[in-house]
């Protein structure tokens, strides 16, 4: 009776097993298929740690809220310079960066950084706002970059650094990391407006000079 029992039991263990071994191998054939068949209609949902914003990346195409997280963080690595971490930083850019701007991107950063060791100079930089065209996947982070020569602040001036990323295959690569310090270019502009305004005065005084000796 026992044992009848046993082998009632051993065939309904047995029959259980084989049925979970095959849902184990239909569910594995659903996630193979999906993953090859459905990979370019996948979109990823990332949660940022504060759950402020919900960000998305699909094969070719990032949210608004990507972009600019990561614009921020970019912008806020590449600007804060000094000579200790300027070679730390140039390695962590170039592992974001996309090959076909690497070489040219490194060489930007090792001579900022070989300037600021040189001359013993850190700068701080303090966003203050950002700017993101999703189209052409290019963000633009303005805010205060405050330079020092050892504990002396030596400058203080407004700072725009940009950031383009490519987009393809789920990988997110910077393409174009430059600065710009749009008071530097007023002051520049309105120099070159000075020396242009002083070249026609000078024809009009030549001019008004040899009227007069006639």
């Known amino acids: 009776m026992l044992y009848e029992r046993w082998i009632k039991e ?6 259980e097993n084989f049925f979970l071994r095959v849902l184990c191998m239909i ?3 659903g996630i193979v298929f999906n993953t090859v068949a459905l990979r370019k209609n996948d979109r990823v949902i990332i949660v940022p740690p504060k759950i402020e914003k919900e960000i998305w990346l699909e094969a070719n195409k990032v949210s608004d809220s990507y972009l600019e997280q990561m614009g921020i963080f970019f912008a806020t690595f590449a600007a804060n310079m000094s000579p200790i971490s300027a070679e730390y930083n140039s390695k962590v850019l170039a592992e974001y960066t996309d090959p076909s701007a690497l070489a040219e991107l490194k060489n930007e950063i090792a001579s900022q950084g070989a300037y600021f060791k040189k001359n013993n100079i850190t700068q701080a930089f303090f966003p203050e706002s950002v700017k993101v065209n999703a189209e052409e996947r ?33 990988n997110v690569r910077i393409d174009e990391l430059y600065s710009e310090f749009p008071e530097r270019k007023k002051k520049k502009e309105e120099e070159t407006e000075k020396a242009q305004e002083k070249k026609r005065v000078k024809p009009q005084e030549k001019e008004a000079k040899e009227k007069e000796i006639r």
Do not use: H
Not at 148 to 153: A, D, E, F, L
């Open 10 to 15: 051993w065939k309904s263990a047995l029959a």
């Open 27 to 29: 569910l594995a054939a």
């Open 138 to 170: 290019f963000v633009s982070v303005g805010g205060t970059a405050v330079r020092y020569v050892g504990s002396v602040k030596i400058t203080q001036e407004k700072m725009v650094v940009n950031v383009k990323f490519k987009v393809r295959d789920y």
